[in-house]
């Protein structure tokens, strides 16, 4: 148990220290930017995931919906795997690859962000989403894992986590929402002084 144990913890330190090798800070910096200049423009962030991500844009939608750290306004944020009826309704009548796409087409407007959250980079119902994003004039962001997959060439801006450990890119995924939300937070509780 004990080894089981650290074997993880050592993958996990190693494998952050190793971000600082990337393009990671850089590639956060210019994440955020794109969410702020949207947000200050009137526009909303779409997220979407399964499994795993799916719990992840809940949280990402979460903490910017209502608060990270600092009391402030509401940020206008949606997951889109949360709504089971709306779900089941398009997984039943379009087939689940179509379950984000078809969202992205009705909520979304020209001046959002969509983020697509896939471990692989190879989610069908992920990549049909940014096709239906880019068709409307939405920036599209990857939240990838190991080699980003086919997302990788698709979305305007990638956050590639190149871990082969899905657990690992989880972690580091998870960790990248909490420093955007603590970023975009800041800046807009700063605004409303």
């Given amino acids: ?13 190693e494998g ?3 971000l600082y090798e990337d393009n990671y800070i850089e590639d956060l910096e210019k994440i955020v930017n794109l969410q702020l200049e949207s947000l200050n423009n009137g526009g909303k962030i779409l997220i979407a995931g399964n499994g795993g991500s799916a719990s992840d844009a809940q949280h990402f939608a ?5 608060r990270f750290l600092l009391e402030r306004e509401g940020i206008p944020a949606i997951a889109l795997n ?14 689940y690859d179509k379950v984000f ?3 992205v087409e009705a909520l979304g407007k020209k001046g959002d962000v969509f983020i697509g959250i896939s471990t692989s980079g190879n989610s069908q119902n992920i990549i049909e989403a940014v096709e239906m994003a880019k068709k409307k004039g939405i920036k599209t962001i990857g939240f990838l894992g190991k080699d980003g997959g086919k997302l990788k060439n698709m979305c305007d801006m990638n956050l590639i986590i190149p871990f082969k450990s899905t657990a690992r890119v989880q972690e580091a995924h998870i960790m990248s929402i909490h420093i955007i939300c603590e970023i975009i937070e800041k800046i807009i509780a700063e605004k409303e002084k």
């Fill in 16 to 18: 952050m220290k190793s």
């Fill in 82 to 95: 949360t709504d089971t009826s709306v779900l089941t309704c398009l997984g039943n009548d379009y087939g």
């Fill in 62 to 66: 979460g903490e910017l919906v209502g």
């Fill in 101 to 103: 796409s078809r969202q």
């Fill in 1 to 13: 148990m004990k080894e089981t144990i650290n074997n993880v913890l050592n993958e996990h330190i």
